[in-house]
């Protein structure tokens, strides 16, 4: 079965700096879209970060010019860095990837677990 396993969450001080970073395992056929979303009590998971096998990146307005996210084929990684960041970027940040697996050619979209920022000020 596939995993999505997130790493880099924590606390920065507004302005600071945090790379979040994710790693997919398991019986993977291919990949293609990755991102990042978030969620904040009370609200729906919103899209933050996608890219593409291509490389082919996407932002939420609020994000672009301060995040980038990557991505590294060979590992079948995904890492969000992120600059300036403002307290309005606290949530739990969530992986996601689109993946076909080696025993089911359908794609289907995998999680992580959620890893928490908190941005204070």
């Known amino acids: 079965q596939v995993q999505l396993v997130e790493s880099g969450g924590g606390l920065v001080q507004a302005g600071g700096s945090l790379r979040l970073s994710c790693a997919a395992s398991?019986?993977?056929?291919?990949?293609?879209?990755m991102g990042w979303y978030r969620q904040t009590p009370g609200k729906q998971r919103e899209l933050v970060a996608t890219i593409t096998s291509g490389g082919s990146a996407n932002y939420l307005d609020s994000v672009k010019g301060r995040f980038t996210v990557s991505r590294d084929n060979a590992k079948n990684t995904v890492s969000l860095q992120m600059i300036s960041l403002k307290p309005e970027d606290t949530a739990v940040y969530y992986c996601n990837a689109r993946i076909k697996t080696t025993w089911d050619e359908r794609e289907y979209p995998y999680w992580g677990q959620g890893t928490q920022v908190t941005v204070s000020s």
């Open positions: 398991g019986s993977i056929f291919s990949i293609n879209t």
